[in-house]
């Protein structure tokens, strides 16, 4: 077998096979153990920092990388950054510094200005046919489940909220149970169906499971997310993106939002129940909200048991 041969098999091995079968000291080992343990955590580093948490030699580093089939650290960075660059954008943005922003204020409004970019965006790339047919999708289902997971659940729990008010079967399958919940409330799935998947960068590998189970079943998926080239995208019968970009954090939830609340009002209008939904939602919560002592709900309240006199002879 030829030197060649062995270079193409090398660069087809995962990183944690390559350190297996690597032969290497006890200061190569320590870095490889490090490496094993924290491998996101590693592919952010530059070799001086983990030169420094390991306690060797920037030297020592290039060695061990050399030891793993590589040129040198920087050929082995890049390939352990294989996979996780949507978790590390975040911090490679950071890295890439200095900030223009000087002061908590300049980054308040810098967020702001983004926000209102990534909805402009948002806007601007809206396709009216899909958006129509995501609608009739909403409202024509049979049941609709919501599956987001990480911080995509808030996304999901408000979406199930909305929606909540103008179709008959909506269940949210994000839970305090995970991923196990939703794939035991998919048993019943069937064509008629339509699952909502929200999938914004950092994507959780269980949405995009059970998505794909979903469509294997015969049902609809619905995807929001950020991209055709989300991997969400696989499974999707339809399509709604939202611009996410953020120089903070992995995602702009705040245009993710604006996209579901959208979404949402474009169902309320088209399912014409809209002012029905309304009145039924205002007699429903009325007595719960706050409105001053002098409000005729407060004043027909009753008092608690304890608070009324016993009457005497």
Known sequence: MDHDHLTSQQERMPMSQRIIQATLSPAHRQIADYVLDYPLRVAAMRAEELAEIVHVSVPTVN????????????????????????????????????????????????????????????????????????????????????????????????????????????????????????????????????????????????????????????????????????????????????????DYFAACEASALALIESLSAAVSYASGRSMQAATQLVDTVLPYLHSGPNHPHRASAKPPAEDIEPEFE
């Open 63 to 246: 060695r061990f990388a050399r030891a793993l089939g590589f040129a040198g650290y920087a050929q082995f960075r890049a390939d352990l950054v294989l996979g996780y660059e949507t978790a590390l954008a975040p911090v490679e943005k950071l890295q890439r510094g200095p900030q223009a922003a000087t002061n908590p204020a300049d980054v308040f409004a810098n967020n702001l200005a983004m926000i209102s970019r990534n909805i402009e965006r948002t806007h601007q790339a809206l396709d009216a046919d899909t958006l129509s047919r995501a609608v009739s999708a909403i409202l024509s289902a049979r049941r609709i489940s919501i599956i987001g997971l990480g911080s995509s659940a808030w996304l999901g729990g408000l979406l199930q909220r909305r929606l909540d008010l103008f179709c008959d079967d909506v269940r949210l399958l994000a839970t305090v149970e995970g991923a196990s919940f939703a794939a035991r409330a998919l048993h019943g799935v069937r064509a008629g169906d339509l699952m909502i998947a929200i999938a914004f960068p950092r994507y959780m590998a269980d949405t995009l499971t059970l998505a794909k189970r979903m469509r294997d079943a015969g049902a609809n998926v619905l995807a929001l997310t950020d991209n055709a080239s989300s991997p969400l995208m696989a499974n999707a019968t339809l399509a709604l993106f939202a611009q996410v970009e953020s």
